[in-house]
């Protein structure tokens, strides 16, 4: 038996869409209508599921394990979320980009903490 390859998400949606054009044409029989409807149905499920995989990572980061070292360019770092921030803002944006653009922001948001994080540490170091 030959395992299905998973979809993504925009290709599920692909498929209800000309399920639903299929069902909004006027001479289709009414047992070609219920079976192209169950399958809507199967679909539809499939991509519930696959936007609440895509809401999980989006609302469980994973923290980055790169070792920071030396310096980094905050003021820099900033204008590139910003220009993500732009790109997210684009009505035409896959589901995909906006996760990757997301996961970049991520780890710039992650990379600022742990410098951060760092600079305290030594500077409360030579407070004492």
């Known amino acids: 038996m030959k395992k299905e390859k998973k979809r993504t998400y925009a290709e599920i949606v692909e ?8 069902l909004n044409s006027s001479d289709i029989p009414i047992d070609k209508s219920i079976k192209l409807y169950e399958e809507g149905i199967k ?26 070292t030396g310096k980094i360019d905050i003021e820099k770092s900033f ?8 790109n997210l803002e684009d009505e035409d944006i896959s589901i995909n980009d906006a996760e990757n653009y997301y ?11 742990s410098y951060l994080k760092k600079a305290k540490s030594t500077i409360k170091k030579y407070e004492q």
Do not use: H, M
Not at 79 to 86: M, S
Not at 103 to 113: Q, T
């Open 79 to 86: 204008e590139e979320i910003e220009i993500i921030i732009e």
């Open 43 to 68: 679909l539809s499920s499939e991509a519930d599921k696959e936007l609440l995989v895509i809401e999980k990572n989006i609302n469980s980061p994973k923290k980055n394990n790169k070792n920071i």
């Open 103 to 113: 996961k970049k922001s991520l780890d710039i948001i992650f990379n600022i903490e």
């Open 15 to 22: 498929e209800l869409e000309i399920i639903i054009s299929k």
